[in-house]
């Protein structure tokens, strides 16, 4: 969504709320969060009741919007903000509002694009595969079997998506275990010359290796899309000065959304996402 479409949205609390209200419910038509029913109806305080089990909810109930209570401006500005990449300190400035409260609903976006993650289905065609590490505070061992730093595996649609995700190691076993699940048997898997990767041959897939340490590509096969990740995803995390090992998977799953929609209104879809109901998990 560009500046001026943005300002009008965000102009009253009304105009507000009617924009995220259309993400709340499918076709318009309201429905029961508990069990489901179209069988409701509202009362003047704006809160809805089920004719068929008598549960009493508001629009924003069992949703990630419902989990911090701010006005529907204040939400729409830190969405915004948090698209343009600001700091969760910037955001908290910009918007008047205390940094804890900010801070939880930063972490309530990264969990929504976390859940929305699991909708990615099966690459497939061309698929490039590769490790990488991230973070670490001391000097020392890079790349593989570098100390103090979170491996990732990732895998690469050319021309489609990335999936990222946090391993406990590199092993066979562990790169292996997620390709299977990822990539659709029958795909031309690219990767480097690491051992783990010997057995996708025998796993479904047309295998072919890059020596790294001779050329960086022989015509098709090179992992050159995927490194351009690493990079996109490093350069961005840097500016953070250090994330958490508990908290690192969420900001790897934003850089990992940032990337397959580069080339989308990412404003407009981070809002649906925040407007969904709250798996019943988490």
């Known amino acids: 969504m560009d500046i001026k479409s943005f300002q009008l949205v965000v102009r009253k609390e009304d105009t507000a709320r009617r924009f995220l209200t259309k993400w709340l419910w499918k076709n318009g038509r309201r429905?029961?969060?508990?069990?489901?029913?179209?069988?409701?109806?509202r009362f003047s305080d704006g809160r809805v009741r089920c004719k068929r089990c008598g549960y009493r909810?508001?629009?924003?109930?069992?949703?990630?919007?419902g989990r911090v209570r701010i006005s529907a401006i204040d939400w729409l500005w830190i969405i915004k903000l948090f698209e343009l990449e600001l700091s969760t300190r910037k955001i908290a400035k910009q918007v008047s509002i205390s940094y804890p409260t900010v801070l939880k609903a930063?972490?309530?976006?990264?969990?929504?694009?976390?859940?929305?993650?699991?909708?990615?289905?099966?690459?497939?065609?061309?698929?490039?595969?590769?490790?990488?590490?991230?973070?670490?505070?001391?000097k020392g061992?890079?790349?593989?079997?570098?100390?103090?730093?979170?491996?990732?595996?990732?895998?690469?649609?050319?021309?489609?998506?990335?999936l990222v995700e946090v391993v406990r190691d590199v092993s066979a076993e562990s790169l292996l275990s997620l390709a299977i699940k990822k990539v659709?048997?029958?795909?031309?898997?690219?990767?480097?010359?690491?051992?783990?990767?010997?057995?996708?041959?025998?796993?479904?897939?047309?295998?072919?290796?890059?020596?790294?340490?001779?050329?960086?590509?022989?015509?098709?096969?090179?992992?050159?899309?995927?490194?351009g990740f690493w990079s996109y995803a490093k350069e961005r995390l840097i500016k953070y000065h250090g994330v958490s090992f508990k908290k690192f998977p969420l900001y790897l799953k934003e850089m990992e959304f940032r990337y397959n929609h580069r080339n989308q209104d990412t404003f407009e879809i981070l809002t649906q996402k925040l407007c969904n109901l709250v798996p019943d998990l988490l």
């Open 31 to 41: 429905f029961c969060i508990r069990c489901k029913s179209y069988r409701v109806y």
């Open 57 to 65: 909810f508001s629009e924003w109930t069992g949703r990630w919007l």
């Open 106 to 138: 930063v972490d309530l976006i990264r969990r929504s694009i976390v859940v929305g993650s699991k909708d990615y289905g099966l690459v497939s065609g061309e698929v490039e595969m590769d490790e990488a590490y991230f973070g670490g505070k001391r």
């Open 141 to 162: 061992k890079r790349g593989r079997g570098a100390a103090h730093k979170i491996p990732v595996f990732g895998i690469l649609e050319r021309k489609g998506i990335v």
């Open 184 to 227: 659709r048997r029958g795909s031309i898997v690219y990767t480097d010359r690491f051992r783990g990767y010997d057995a996708l041959m025998f796993c479904g897939y047309r295998h072919l290796r890059v020596d790294h340490e001779k050329i960086f590509s022989s015509g098709k096969v090179y992992i050159n899309g995927l490194e």
